[in-house]
């Protein structure tokens, strides 16, 4: 697929509508981020989340200077592109970090799914660093997405307040996994990245919706064997 630039001032703008969301992306996390820290009780479960969406603030935002810039300064391009990748996978840790505290796993137990969570994490690092591949975070993305909606589907069998928000979060980010591999595009203007950005968004405001509903009573967890 051709890639689309513009010109502002001089200024060459590669594909402007994937930076475009990328910013919105960046707004919208970092405004919840900063919403957990407002509205809801301090704890490590909301904490985690809060990490989460920081550093998916951080991706976007980075992404949308690496998309800018194109492949104009190779060097610059890939340097921002392995930090973008990075800071997704720290997202991911985080998120799964704070299902592992939804969970309430009693010890020894939630410290050894916390250690797999961390050398997972590290194993993913290497990883970029070695192969600056967005689709290794792709890999690690999809397994984070697949324990995290699991986890919240049980609970919400249980009736478990505000994992139904999580669960159907995590479903249209499965459907921005597949957008994105299949390249699923309407046209060059609006390509798969761009579809897969704009989905992205009512995913992290559903994930929100469903921790400040949470948030009002972490004490419940997903082992919950009754209302």
């Not at 190779?74 to 969970?103: G, H, K």
């Not at 997972?120 to 290497?126: D, H, P, Q, R, V």
């Amino acid at each position: 697929m051709e890639i689309e630039t513009i010109r502002i001032a001089g200024l060459t703008i590669s594909e402007p509508v994937t930076s475009f969301t990328d910013v919105i992306l960046a707004i919208i996390s970092i405004a919840l981020c900063i919403r957990i820290r407002v509205r809801m009780h301090e704890s490590y479960f909301t904490n985690a989340w809060r990490f989460f969406f920081l550093f998916m603030g951080l991706s976007t935002g980075i992404g949308a200077v690496a998309h800018g810039i194109g492949t104009l300064h190779s060097a610059a391009f890939s340097t921002l592109w392995m930090v973008m990748n990075l800071c997704c996978s720290v997202a991911v840790y985080w998120a799964l970090r704070a299902t592992i505290l939804f969970t309430r796993i009693t010890p020894p137990w939630n410290k050894i799914f916390q250690a797999v969570n961390v050398g997972t994490l590290i194993s993913f690092i290497g990883l970029t660093l070695f192969n600056n591949d967005f689709e290794i975070f792709k890999i690690h993305a999809a397994v984070g997405l697949f324990l995290i909606f699991l986890t919240h589907l049980i609970a919400y069998f249980r009736s478990h307040q505000g994992s139904g928000w999580i669960v159907s979060g995590m479903l249209l980010s499965f459907l921005t996994v597949l957008i994105h591999t299949r390249q699923i595009s309407i046209s060059n203007w609006f390509n798969y990245k761009d579809i897969s950005h704009v989905i992205m968004m009512g995913s992290l405001l559903l994930i929100y919706g469903g921790i400040y509903r949470m948030s009002r009573n972490l004490r419940l967890s997903v082992f919950r064997s009754s209302i």
